[in-house]
């Protein structure tokens, strides 16, 4: 087969040293790789299985502790300590609990970038696609395997183009485009394909929305995306084959909501609007950053969190925190009734913190839905956007953040 390339197949031709395309099967050198604490400890035990003494190269491994930290139990506590004198032994780099969520590290410490092939013990690694990167989560056995060998095999993924016209409408955000998207092409649409996607939006955006939507594409199945914007390389050729092609008018994407318990359950907040709300997660590798911090502080200055809400607030980094320390953003968020957990995953994969009641409705900033996500299956979770959630959590019921003056200008202190 000859002709143009997508992202997906260039990339993995340069780590492998073939020349393949969709379909192909092919071994890959991998440029990076990264474990947490719930699946970094299988991945060192499928290494010791393996007969593993050295791993390959420990200046491309990262071991981040942030589902479960601080340790909430003694077997976390354990298994953080495994994890922790496994790194000191092969000089892999260590984040200690506290320094964030581990897709929010990766990119703001500077360990991804365009054009590499990058592995996570988590499956929203996807969200270096950001950056260009060919990032996707795998299992322990696969990790450990790539500790030891410094490689892994792949089927070259098929890719969906996804062209993003036009300019968001006041009161929208990066979070409603991605729910907007998983709603049309559905939580299997895109199984093991590559998601590539398209528009002057993704110049216009800073870093953070960018990667809103790349952490997103596995939930509609996705190997792996690409935010194509201006300067990145490596391009699609113009003859590239894409698998199917959508065109998404950002001026139509309106706030909307993931309802329970599917996030391809796809719904207008005017549709769902007046549903009580319990408890609201502003957080996670999805929107945990500034950005968002800065929406929901705006939003909620000067006003109070409704009688009956809960707010929980997780900074996706300890750079986020002092930032939001900094700007008085933390302080604007606790006046309004929030409260702050540690940075890293916490409530929103329901380990550790913010776990809702039975029958609760949580509105979330997270990327999953399903049932016991938050820790408890007899809960019901939305997700939504962050000027969806600070809107909400001042009425007690879900509110169009376009009633209450939301903000869709979003700075940005980091790399762009």
């Not at 990119?107 to 996707?136: K, P």
């Not at 809103?212 to 199945?221: D, K, L, Q, R, Y």
Request: aromatic fraction near 6%.
């Amino acid at each position: 087969m000859a002709g143009g390339k997508t992202v997906a197949e260039k990339i993995l031709s340069a780590h492998s040293g073939n020349d393949v395309y969709a379909g192909d099967i092919c071994f890959c050198e991998i440029d990076r790789m990264m474990a947490h604490d719930a699946n970094g400890p299988m991945a060192v035990q499928a290494f010791r299985n393996m007969g593993g003494k050295k791993v390959c190269d420990p200046r491309k491994i990262f071991f981040i502790m942030d589902h479960a930290c601080p340790a909430p139990y003694e077997r976390a506590a354990n298994l953080q300590k495994m994890l922790r004198d496994f790194a000191a032994e092969q000089g892999i780099a260590f984040y200690e609990a506290g320094e964030g969520v581990c897709h929010q590290l990766m990119i703001e410490r500077g360990h991804a970038h365009a054009g590499e092939l990058i592995l996570g013990t988590d499956s929203h690694t996807c969200t270096y696609g950001a950056v260009g990167a060919f990032a996707t989560g795998v299992g322990a056995t696969d990790m450990g395997a790539s500790m030891l060998t410094g490689r892994n095999w792949f089927k070259v993924p098929e890719t969906i183009k996804v062209v993003l016209k036009g300019a968001l409408m006041p009161g929208c955000s990066a979070k409603d485009i991605i729910l907007t998207v998983i709603g049309r092409i559905g939580a299997a649409g895109a199984n093991y394909k590559s998601v590539e996607f398209y528009g002057e939006y993704l110049d216009r955006c800073p870093l953070a929305d960018r990667m809103t939507i790349a952490n997103m594409v596995v939930e509609m199945g996705g190997k792996c995306g690409f935010l194509c914007f201006s300067g990145m390389e490596p391009k699609a050729d113009p003859d590239a084959v894409y698998a199917a092609e959508w065109e998404i008018n950002l001026e139509e994407v309106v706030p909307c909501v993931a309802k329970p318990h599917m996030v391809d359950n796809y719904a207008p907040v005017t549709e769902v609007e007046g549903t009580k709300i319990d408890v609201a997660f502003l957080g996670s590798c999805t929107n945990g950053r500034i950005e968002d911090l800065r929406i929901a502080a705006r939003m909620l200055k000067g006003r109070h969190v409704a009688p009956g809400v809960r707010l929980i607030v997780t900074p996706a980094s300890r750079e986020v925190m002092l930032l939001a320390m900094r700007e008085g953003i933390a302080e604007e968020l606790m006046q309004a009734g929030a409260i702050f957990f540690t940075q890293g995953c916490g409530v929103c994969v329901g380990t550790h913190g913010g776990v809702p009641a039975d029958g609760e409705v949580a509105l979330s900033t997270a990327n999953r839905n399903f049932k016991g996500r938050m820790g408890n299956s007899k809960a019901f979770i939305y997700l939504a956007s962050p000027e969806t959630v600070a809107a909400s959590v001042l009425t007690g019921v879900i509110t169009d953040p376009r009633q209450l003056g939301g903000v869709n200008e979003r700075e940005s202190n980091q790399i762009r």
